[in-house]
């Protein structure tokens, strides 16, 4: 783990450390707010960002990695929320928003940080919010980038496309002229033989005349 991507040397010194204080934290981010939750008590700074701690009641699945090229998703739960983040749930555009998990180290027994690392960030796919005597549960599915890749493009090499994309490029403009045009190469002369082209003998003919006129 010491050579993963993002792994800065403030977590490399802690994982030789004795002992160890970890946490999770969960920014997600809305149109017109960001919800960040950590999964201990009292407020935590991150990146000059206060995360409000939720301790138990955050539950995160587990986090998969692997060597293979897919999208691993996550999905995070948080119960007991008060009304504004229920509001956000009930009202936002959720989809395709952003959402990190953030591993990190605390400095002993208190709220100081030492070192942080993106575990996941990828896109909300889904929410549901189900309602108990204790409060409200949001439940959020989420799936990394790689997800993009299981997605048909409705692009092509296409004039319309490119333009579509980056509006004033030519770069495609003749690619319709392209399709049904003849390219003569290495085309075999009619008089020659043994597959010389047509070029080829051209070229000794003008070489033989000029000698003659020399």
């Known amino acids: 783990m010491a ?3 993002g792994l800065d040397s403030s977590i490399v010194n802690r994982l030789g450390a004795d002992e160890q204080a970890l946490f999770l934290a969960v920014k997600a981010e809305f149109d017109t707010d960001i919800v960040r939750v950590w999964t201990g008590i009292d407020d935590l700074t991150i990146d000059s960002e206060t ?4 301790g138990q009641l955050l539950s995160i699945s587990n986090v998969e990695e692997s060597t293979d090229l897919k999208s691993a998703g996550l999905s995070v739960g948080i119960s ?4 504004t983040v229920l509001n956000i749930a009930l009202t936002e555009n959720y989809q395709n928003r952003f959402i990190t998990l953030y591993l990190g180290y605390l400095m002993g027994k208190t709220n100081e940080v030492a070192g942080t690392l993106v575990l996941f960030k990828g896109r909300m796919t889904s929410l549901s919010v189900s309602d108990t005597p204790q409060g409200s549960n949001i439940s959020i599915n989420a799936e990394n980038r790689l997800i993009d890749l299981d997605r048909p493009s409705n692009f092509r090499y ?3 496309s490119q333009n579509f994309l980056h509006n004033g490029d ?7 002229s392209l399709q049904d045009k003849e390219i003569i190469w290495g085309k075999q002369s009619d008089t020659g033989s043994g597959g010389t082209g047509s070029g080829s003998n051209n070229r ?3 070489i033989a005349r000029n000698r003659a006129e020399e």
Do not use: L, S
């Open 51 to 54: 995360y409000t701690g939720a």
């Open 204 to 206: 000794a003919a003008t």
């Open 80 to 83: 007991g929320m008060d009304t």
């Open 158 to 160: 296409t004039k319309e």
């Open 170 to 176: 030519t770069g495609f403009n003749r690619v319709a």
């Open 3 to 5: 050579t993963r991507q």
